[in-house]
């Protein structure tokens, strides 16, 4: 038995000396894969889509450029690195079909921006998936291991809607924001809805609603892009959302409402570190298409409904031509009428002022059982001063509350003033809950600080700064608890205060107060 052992182990070690003489990888004896494996795959620098709370931001590839493949190594023991790795790329999740890129063996110990896949053959907004495997000293290849999964991208020509932006009337400052509304008509009950990808972009900070669900939840702020060249667009994955809208499975033809807040952010920021660049601020522009893939029956081919923001409607029940496209997308158009916001002046920086008093007449705006008649709506028009800039995917994680924290210390200061202190200075945003019942048209402020003067009154003491960063709220008055926080606004502080409390409100507690870096 010893004797067969030894001839056995003697006749293996022969077959992978003569396959390793005729350049077979070693990983190929047995399926044995290499003691290297790449981990913390990229796309353009991005780890993965971005989850919030109710949907998935994807990440969409610049249209015309070759995507930057990275990852990193994970060795099994000392003294490894990589000699060679193969990126494939494919429509396909499993890999089974054609696929778009395949680079097959490069000698490199490269692993940062690999731009050898070219995927532009790929459907405009469909997923593209890809995989990585690289080889040891030894020659070894590890397994396959999957990227994050990312859209091919869409350029100024690719979009077919428009920028559309609220009519304002002369009652309205520059710096308030807008509320956009649109019902689209899907596709009929008993198709199968494959996938829903919504596409935003605009200038200002925007919150996207649906069915009563915010999009974007968790996502408080936008980059920074320099509009003279450039707005960003962002791709929602809203598939489940409308698939969970339950008022969506008992309509013959579905009606599903996409509700957008846009607020000025930077875009409209005037104030000391003005980032004006030219343009109407007042306008707040949305860029907004829908791309619903759905299927007759389950056998049958994916069809793909582009509704797409338009002024007048003349895009109505066109299709693409799109060399892109592997089947004709039908083009249907989206009139948005506008209303203006509870949020009468916001700027990035100074502050909000909020008359909550007229949000009654928008409960339940991002809803299909809401009803515009007698409440303001106004038809939105065309804007074309953003026409000539590039629309590029956003390239940057969104910036969300990390943690909550609460303050440390409450005091009165007499004559309906309470201030908080947290533990720290912090960039963020706070929330303030009032007891609101019976007292409609109270209007409170809160003020914010790095620092606090004698009075315990919140300051920031940097001269260009100061008496900045407050929030003035006109109180409905017809909830148990009005919770008081910025929308659009950013917040650098560690004191916050209240006055305009009335005698005879409940007064607040330390609780009655959390903060949110961001």
């Known amino acids: 038995m010893l004797i067969a052992g030894v001839r056995i182990r003697a006749c293996v070690l022969a077959v992978c000396i003569l396959m390793a003489a005729i ?11 290499g003691s290297l494996r790449p981990t913390a795959l990229r796309v353009n620098f991005l780890a993965n889509s971005t989850r919030t709370t109710n949907a998935l931001r994807l990440q969409a590839l610049e249209s015309g450029r070759a995507p930057d493949f990275s990852w990193q190594l994970e060795a099994s023991g000392r003294g490894e690195m990589q000699t060679a790795f193969q990126v494939q790329a494919s429509s396909d999740p499993t890999f089974a079909a054609a696929l778009l890129c395949d680079t097959g063996r490069v000698a490199s110990n490269q692993t940062l921006c690999i731009q050898l896949c070219n995927v532009s053959t790929a459907k405009l907004g469909s997923p593209i998936y890809w995989r990585v495997r690289v080889a040891d000293k030894a020659e070894a290849l590890s397994d396959w291991v999957g990227g994050p999964t990312v859209l091919r991208g869409f350029g100024v020509a690719d979009f077919t809607g428009t920028f559309v932006a609220a009519s304002r009337n002369t009652t309205t400052t520059t710096a308030a924001p807008v509320r956009l509304r649109a019902t689209v008509t899907l596709p009929a009950s008993g198709q199968q809805l494959v996938s829903a990808i919504a596409y935003v972009a605009s200038p200002g ?13 968790d996502a408080e702020y936008g980059p920074w892009p320099e509009w003279t060249k450039r707005v960003y667009y962002d791709c929602w994955n809203v598939t489940e959302i409308l698939r969970n809208n339950a008022s969506l499975q008992t309509q013959d033809k579905p009606v599903a409402v996409f509700g957008l807040r846009i607020g000025p952010g930077t875009y409209g920021h005037t104030g000391a570190q003005n980032f004006a660049r030219g343009y109407n601020a ?17 056998a049958g081919s994916i069809m793909r409904h582009r509704f797409v923001s338009s002024a007048d409607g003349s895009s109505s029940s066109s299709s693409s031509s799109s060399s892109s496209s592997a089947n004709s997308d039908v083009i249907q158009a989206l009139t948005f009428n506008a209303h203006n916001d509870p949020i009468v002046n916001s700027d990035w920086y100074s502050g909000e002022t909020v008359d909550n008093t007229i949000s009654s007449e928008l409960d339940g705006w991002d809803t299909s059982d809401y009803s515009e008649a007698g409440k303001g709506w106004l038809p939105a028009v065309a804007y074309d001063a953003l026409a000539s800039r590039e629309l590029t995917p956003t390239l940057l994680e969104p910036i969300t509350r990390v943690e909550e924290i609460q303050p440390v210390n409450f005091s009165s200061n007499g004559g309906g003033r309470f201030a908080w202190a947290f533990p720290q200075n912090f960039g963020g945003f706070a929330e303030l809950d009032v007891p609101a019942v019976g007292f409609a048209n109270t209007t409170l402020t809160v003020q914010i600080g790095e620092e606090k003067d004698a009075t315990g009154w919140p300051t920031n003491g940097h001269g260009w700064w100061t008496g900045d960063g407050h929030l003035s709220w006109k ?7 009005e919770t008081l926080r ?3 606004m950013f917040m650098g502080f560690q004191y916050l205060c209240v006055s305009g409390w009335p005698a005879t409100m409940a007064p607040p507690t330390i609780s009655s107060v959390r903060g949110y870096p961001t």
């Not at 990888?25 to 399926?31: D, I, N, R, T």
């Open 23 to 33: 350049g077979v990888p070693a990983a190929s004896v047995g399926g044995i894969a």
């Open 205 to 217: 900070y925007y919150h996207l609603f649906s069915g009563g669900v915010r999009v974007n939840a």
């Open 486 to 488: 910025p929308t659009f």
């Open 475 to 481: 109180l409905r008055g017809t909830e148990a608890v």
């Open 282 to 298: 007042s306008a707040l522009p949305l860029l907004f298409e829908l791309h619903v893939d759905w299927k007759m029956h389950a």
